[in-house]
């Protein structure tokens, strides 16, 4: 079975850029999730999709950030303009259903550096 | 809001050496718990997760953790430790009827040959 797929696996970007980052999920899963993973932190969520719907955004910076999952199966997530800080790993995760007990399979996150 | 607290930042053992790294969380509601490993180069994945009954639950490479409600504690344990075992290891929370998980800082586990 294939794993969260995401790409780029890097990407550099000179700041007040617009940078894009895709996720494809397990085949299936329903809920998607965003997460930011800052050196030396774990990952905090961005957005959490089930199906196309967006069910949990509130941690999302949306005066730069905003995301999308046409037709509930992939996403992706776009900052615009990018600053310095916004430099970190993004992960994206898929679980099954939305029961509180699925385990949540993990990509291999986009490292973002923005110069 | 939930937070967790992973006190170890970077450990480092002998192999064979036991460990025990320390997670605990502030809101004293129900709770699933988990513990999520990322090996060098990958991608975390599941260790094992506590969600409902024996309080000792066991994962996979021999790992083990404890849910100790009354110090809000779930610690992560291997009585022998290995060198493929060095990667970074997250605690993380979510509340019963939440899916938001809350993740630690990580804890940075190197093991000497």
């Known amino acids: 079975e294939a794993g969260v797929v995401q790409s780029p696996r890097y990407k550099i970007i000179e700041k007040k850029q617009p940078v894009a980052f895709w996720c494809n999920p397990i085949?299936?899963?329903?809920?998607l999730y965003w997460y930011l993973q800052n050196l030396g932190q774990g990952p905090e969520l961005l957005i959490r999709y089930e199906n196309e719907e967006a069910v949990d955004d509130s941690q999302l910076p949306k005066d730069r950030f905003s995301a999308e999952r046409l037709k509930g199966v992939d996403s992706t997530l776009k900052i615009q303009p990018a600053e310095l800080g916004d430099s970190a790993v993004y992960l994206c995760?898929?679980?099954?259903?939305?029961?509180?007990?699925?385990?949540?399979?993990f990509g291999p996150g986009t490292r973002l550096t923005v110069l | 809001a939930q937070s967790v607290s992973q006190h170890n930042h970077h450990v480092i053992l002998s192999e064979a050496a036991s460990l025990e790294l320390g997670c605990n969380y502030s809101y004293g509601g129900t709770v699933n718990l988990f513990w999520y490993v990322q090996y060098p180069g990958q991608h975390l994945q599941l260790l094992l997760k506590y969600f409902s009954g024996d309080p000792l639950v066991k994962g996979i490479k021999g790992f083990e953790a404890e849910f100790i409600k009354s110090k809000f504690s779930f610690n992560l344990r291997k009585p022998s430790v290995q060198w493929s075992d060095t990667a970074e290891y997250f605690c993380?929370?979510?509340?019963?009827?939440?899916?938001?998980?809350?993740f630690g800082t990580g804890t940075r586990l190197t093991i000497i040959p």
């Open positions: 993380a929370v979510n509340n019963f009827g939440n899916e938001k998980l809350t």
């Open positions: 995760a898929s679980s099954l259903d939305p029961g509180t007990g699925n385990e949540q399979f």
């Open positions: 085949s299936g899963h329903n809920t």
